[in-house]
């Protein structure tokens, strides 16, 4: 199968690929599951991994894997979902959730400066009841501003939030298309979305938003979802053509009167 891949950080700042704990949409299914087998080792747990097949293709690729680990600060869940081997099997979107112990928890404000620092200025931030959002919006190597949480990437917004513990990878493979082509399709086209929620300790009834008890990341990239839609499209066509004419081939038996 004929193989063809995006450069790595199309429609990003710089041109540098958006990094979530040392993972980043681009990486091969050979790097990532080198550092996914690596983290693995060293907190002595599995990698799970789910496998996909185009439609006529001979061969597997892989899809999804995501990671599991407890540590000194607590629990910390890595999904990631890669395109299919006609893009280059490249992951495309990334989920990571860190849930901390008791008495581990990191203060808000030292927090949400420590995201500024590594990913600029947010497009949107805001407060609902016991958690805090932080949502870039990335259009064409610039973080875009938003007005209201519905502006922001809505079709990428749906592909990139969740908690990576609890998706169901074989529901995002189901719907990531749909949502690329709404994307494509929408006046407000991103790039690529970056959903960050953090949630307060909550504890005895009482909310203390000065700490925070876990937090959720979510990566969708549209250019790498939206080349591989492209790509993913003509390898099956070509496939189902071949199928087809191999389908049809002369017999060479000798007829019976």
Not at 54 to 65: E, G, T
Not at 152 to 170: F, K, S, V
Not at 226 to 242: G, H
Request: hydrophobic share 35%; charged share 20%; net charge neutral.
């Amino acid at each position: 199968m004929p193989s063809q891949s995006l450069k790595l950080a199309a429609g990003l700042p710089g041109g540098l690929p958006i990094d979530l704990a040392g993972f980043h949409t681009g990486m091969t299914q050979q790097e990532a599951l080198a550092k996914l087998t690596e983290l693995a080792g060293t907190h002595n747990a599995q990698v799970q991994r789910w496998t996909g097949r185009l439609p006529y293709a001979k061969q597997n690729f892989l899809a999804a894997a995501r990671l599991g680990f407890d540590d000194d600060d607590g629990q910390t869940t890595v999904l990631l979902t890669l395109t299919s081997n006609a893009s280059g099997n490249q992951v495309f979107s990334i989920n990571r959730d860190i849930y901390y112990k008791a008495g581990a928890e990191p203060g808000t404000d030292a927090y949400v400066q420590a995201i500024r620092d590594k990913y600029g200025e947010p497009s949107l931030i805001e407060q609902r009841n016991q958690e805090l959002y932080l949502r870039y919006r990335f259009i064409d190597g610039r973080i875009a501003p938003g007005q209201k949480d519905q502006s922001i990437c809505h079709p990428l917004q749906t592909a990139a939030d969740g908690h990576a513990r609890y998706l169901d990878p074989n529901v995002i493979l189901a719907n990531a298309w749909h949502h690329v082509k709404q994307n494509d399709s929408s006046k407000e086209r991103c790039s690529a979305y970056l959903f960050i929620q953090l949630r307060f300790v909550h504890s005895n009834n009482l909310t203390n938003p000065k700490a925070v008890a876990d937090a959720s990341f979510g990566f969708a990239d549209g250019e790498r979802m939206s080349f591989s839609v492209q790509r993913d499209s003509e390898i099956t066509t070509l496939l189902n053509q071949k199928a087809k004419d191999a389908a049809v081939v002369q017999g060479t038996g000798t007829p019976k009167l």
